[in-house]
Structures are given as C-alpha cells and as structure tokens.
C-alpha cells in the first residue's frame, strides 16, 4: 500500500512538472482610451474592476502556475471580451449605454466583482456606500449614451433624407433635359420631312 502511494505521489509531481509547460497569454496590451468617470468613481472602477476588465490587469504569482494559470487567463480574456474598459472608444453609443446599464445592474445585484476573485483579493470588494456611487455613475452614464445614439441616429436620418432629396433632384434635372432632347430631335425629324 505504501508503495502504491508513493507512486502515484511520484506520478502527480510528474504530471504537474509537465502541465508547466503549456503556457498561458498573459498580457497587457496598451490602453486605447479608458472610461470618463469622477476621479473617486474611476478609482473604485479600477480597484473593483480592471484586474479582468482591462489591459492593466495585475498578473498575481498563482497566474504563473498551472493548472491556476489556465483558470485565471481564461477569465481575464473573456471579461475583456465581454467588457474592456481600455478599448472604450471601439464601442458607439448603443453599445456603451447596454455596458453602462449591465455595469450598474451586476453591481447593485453583488454580481461582481466575481466572489471567486473576492476571495483572492478581498480588498477589491466595495462598500455599499461605493456601490451606490458606482451605480449612479453608470445610470447617469447610461442615460447619456442613450441620448448621444439618439442624435447620432438622427443624424444619420437627416442625412439620409438630404441626400434622397438631392437625387430627386437630379432625376427631375434628367427628366426635364430628356424632354428637350425628344422636342429637338422631332423638330429635326419634321425639318427633314419638309
């Protein structure tokens, strides 16, 4: 029995010398552009949240080690997939006022920060008083988005209009010049007769 136990011991450390070598991305890409946000809100924003939600995401030492390294660099990279706080710009206004909404809902539910990164960095958990800000922040922000898509939808009707307008124009331009052409060509026609 002993030695069975000292096998499979011997086959674990082998295995787990072995899963070291297939290695994670574990990385940082530069910020693009970041949130505007009150220096207060922003500060909670990145304590609570950049760890996943961004490119200035802190790499603990267990983010080195498999089979911990597969867990955390697979959360990091879908977060930012989902939400990225340093790649703002490459979002419209739609899309921002959806994130901000989600922002506020997640953390007025306690949803995030995630309680299995709590866990780990129990000083990233916010006070109620710093969900509240959180929260109106982002309900604020929310509304702003919302407004920023309705103009920018309007715009665009505006301009749509405006060019159906001049194309009108220039149809009833060719319309008028093809009837000249068709008058001429049939004075000519009753010049040749005559």
């Excluded at 000083?123 to 920023?148: K, L, M, N, S």
């Amino acid at each position: 029995m002993k030695r069975i136990a000292l096998w499979l011991l011997a086959a674990l450390a082998v295995a787990f010398l072995l899963i070291q070598f297939k290695t994670v991305e574990r990385d940082n890409p530069p910020v693009e552009q970041t949130i505007e946000a009150p220096p207060e809100v922003l500060a909670l924003v990145q304590r609570s949240c950049f760890d996943c939600h961004s490119h200035q995401s802190d790499w603990p030492w267990y983010s080195r080690i498999a089979p911990a390294s597969w867990v955390v660099a697979d959360d990091v990279h879908h977060a930012r997939e989902h939400l990225n706080f340093s790649t703002w710009n490459r979002y419209d206004p739609d899309e921002r006022a959806d994130l901000y909404e989600e922002i506020a809902e997640e953390v007025s539910a306690e949803a995030m920060p995630l309680p299995l990164y709590l866990f780990g960095h129990p000083g990233a958990r916010p006070t109620d008083t710093e969900r509240a800000q959180i929260v109106a922040w982002a309900t604020a922000a929310a509304e702003e988005a919302e407004r920023a898509a309705e103009e920018l939808e309007k715009a665009g009707e505006e301009s749509a209009e405006a060019g159906s307008g001049e194309d009108d124009d220039e149809g009833r331009g060719r319309g008028r010049g093809r009837g000249r052409g068709d008058g001429d060509d049939h004075d000519h026609e009753h010049d040749h007769e005559h």
